[in-house]
């Protein structure tokens, strides 16, 4: 491929001695998992976002398996979740025996659509959970609004946008209880898988941290008040994540600049490409997500030049095999479905050059001009 759609290589290609020695450290401290590393990531999380409780996790699924879990989401509780988002998103739920209620997302921002969760309240919801993705933030002042009214909690799942805000407040603080991922490819990018819930309710809190841990209280080994999980973070990876937060402002900011050559050198196909939509708030690139018309013939097309390309997700989650058994059909959901039609992502990494959006832009370009004819 001449332009992958990540490249790791050249993100950790000047980082050999700094990776050697965090391994080396971890090694030699007898401190492998949990441990003051850890504990400091925490902290450091807890500084950068405002938030007033952190819990390090082994991943963002696993957080947000502890957080639905002490919310208390179990056989017979329902949650609304959006029908295009990755399947952690509702998977989380059906681990536990609840009910995903699928909700149809806006069509300009393809986040969850605050009309429809209003549709789709029951006596038996309990939580609604919001994801951002890509680099668009969901509605959360008028999701807000409607948790309140319907006494029900408020799921922010950012594992996408740590960095992003809203009115100056962190993404995973507008709701409940948030979280974030630090999988290699999401904006922090981790070397491993590596999680974070943070919130601003001290009970909430208090019962994420047991249950990551076996339903152990802090300090009281092998005396378990909740039945919990091993879903703990190494030292490692929280020593290599707490480093990187340092230049997580300037990562943002690059992948900003490169997400706005993108809208710019594009702008010549716009009647074919939309691009990500305008919003108000500071918000994370994670990837530079397009509704492409021809999106297939458009993959291949960049295929062929060496171009890699991702679609993010080929189905709602409805349409999954996983969830056939709920038997919605085609047309309930139709924006998530007609997302899932169009959506692509072109490559958007902070060592990036500009060169390399250029190069991708003209071939794309190329591609809609020949349907001109
Ligand atoms: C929106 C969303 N939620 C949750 C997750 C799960 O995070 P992890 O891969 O760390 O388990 C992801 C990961 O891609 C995600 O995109």
């Known amino acids: 491929m001449?332009?992958?759609y990540q490249n790791y290589q050249l993100r950790y290609k000047n980082e050999k001695e700094r990776i050697k020695s965090i391994v080396y450290e971890a090694g030699m401290s007898d401190q492998f998992i949990l441990k003051e590393k850890v504990a400091r990531l925490e902290e450091?999380?807890?500084?950068?976002?405002?938030?007033?409780?952190?819990t390090a996790v082994s991943n963002g699924t696993s957080a947000l398996i502890i957080i639905l879990k002490a919310l208390g989401v179990k056989p017979g509780v329902d949650v609304l979740t959006p029908a295009f988002s990755f399947i952690a998103t509702a998977s989380c739920i059906s681990l536990l025996g609840g009910n995903p209620i699928f909700v149809d997302i806006d069509?300009?921002?393809?986040?969850?659509?605050?009309d429809d969760v209003k549709r789709k309240i029951t006596p038996s919801s309990r939580v609604i959970i919001a994801a951002h993705l890509f680099s668009v933030m969901a509605n959360m002042h008028r999701l807000r609004d409607i948790a309140d009214e319907h006494g029900l909690f408020l799921v922010e799942d950012s594992a996408v946008a740590l960095g992003g805000t809203i009115d100056?407040?962190?993404?995973?603080?507008l709701g409940d209880i948030g979280l974030y991922s630090f999988f290699p490819a999401k904006p922090i990018g981790g070397i491993g898988d590596g999680g974070m819930i943070v919130t601003k309710d001290d009970e909430l809190a208090a019962r994420c941290k047991m249950l990551r841990n076996h339903g152990q209280e802090a300090g009281k080994r092998f005396y378990h008040t909740l039945i919990g999980y091993n879903y703990r973070m190494d030292e490692l990876v929280a020593d290599f994540i707490t480093q990187r937060l340092e230049q997580l402002e300037q990562i943002i900011e690059t992948r900003g600049e490169l997400a706005e050559l993108y809208h710019k050198e594009l702008a010549s196909s716009a009647t074919y490409v939309s691009l990500p939509p305008k919003t108000e708030y500071q918000?994370?690139?994670?990837?530079?997500l397009v509704q492409a018309e021809y999106?297939?013939?458009l993959q291949s097309f960049l295929e062929e030049k060496g171009i890699e390309t991702v679609v993010f997700y080929p189905l709602a989650i409805h349409e999954q095999k996983a969830y056939q058994h709920l038997g919605h059909q085609q047309g309930d959901f139709p924006n998530a479905e007609q997302f899932a039609s169009k959506s692509l992502a072109f490559p958007l990494y902070p060592e990036m050059r500009h060169a390399d959006v250029r190069q991708i832009t003209e071939r794309v370009n190329e591609f809609y001009a020949a349907k001109q004819h």
């Open 107 to 114: 069509k300009k921002t393809g986040m969850i659509d605050p």
């Open 283 to 288: 918000r994370v690139y994670y990837t530079y």
């Open 2 to 4: 001449i332009q992958p």
């Open 168 to 173: 100056g407040v962190s993404a995973g603080l």
């Open 44 to 54: 450091k999380i807890k500084e950068y976002t405002g938030a007033p409780y952190a």
């Open 295 to 297: 999106r297939d013939e």
